[in-house]
């Protein structure tokens, strides 16, 4: 035997087999065991959310893990946008107001855009949550109050595997994707989530509600 390589020789018949499948599912099963202190955990009905964590309602019906959006971030572009907006909106009343040909009516156009984008954006950060509803049938996953995209309803029979991704984020900086495997086609249910404690007790809730058997070899980096 060989711990170092993961390596066993069977006593009766001399063959060598790896081991490393089941050494990497018990280490991933340890880091696994505790819940994280950014993640709230409530049994029965799930509450509004008071801070910008994961919050897990824990109950005998359908599973339901929710995300605030709330960035400091979504304030600052908001008070931008306003004062970008603004001007935009002086400069077209002082154009009309002087009869400035329609060239210069259409050429801030991409600038009018840009701050329409950006608006809509700040709001989506400050009012916003993510919402993973799982029970015997589906998982969806759903935007609000604001449309965005990546909403899915996915049949949970489809679902072969959960995993957990990283990502770059930036020279230094990680986060972590929770995806699924439908159809062998892994599909990102969370992004961005911001420590992989999260990211692994996300996976074990909905892997448990679905009695999804992990396979830790399957989390890949990207």
Excluded at 158 to 168: A, C, G, H
């Amino acid at each position: 035997m060989s711990v170092e390589r993961a390596l066993a020789k069977c006593e009766s018949c001399d063959a060598v087999f790896s081991f490393e499948a089941q050494r990497r599912r018990n280490a991933h099963a340890r880091e696994r065991v505790a819940c994280p202190a950014s993640i709230t955990v409530e049994g029965g009905a799930l509450v509004a959310p008071g801070d910008a964590g994961y919050r897990v309602a824990a109950s005998r019906g359908p599973l339901r893990v929710t995300r605030r959006w709330f960035s400091g971030l979504g304030i600052f572009f908001l008070v931008f946008s306003t004062i970008w907006n603004t001007i935009l909106v002086l400069w077209y009343a002082a154009s009309i107001a002087s009869g400035a040909p329609w060239i210069m009516l259409a050429f801030p156009l991409l600038h009018v855009a840009v701050g329409l984008t950006l608006t809509y954006w700040s709001i989506a950060m400050l009012v916003n949550r993510t919402v993973v509803r799982v029970d015997d049938r589906t998982l969806a996953v759903e935007h609000g109050p604001l449309w965005w995209p990546g909403e899915r309803t996915i049949d949970v029979a489809r679902i072969t595997q959960l995993l957990v991704r990283s990502r770059r984020a930036g020279r230094n900086g990680m986060h972590y994707a929770l995806a699924a495997e439908v159809d062998g086609t892994v599909i990102d249910l969370l992004s961005r989530v911001p420590t992989k404690a999260e990211a692994l007790y996300l996976e074990q809730t909905i892997e448990d509600h679905l009695s999804i058997i992990d396979d830790p070899s399957r989390n890949t980096n990207r």
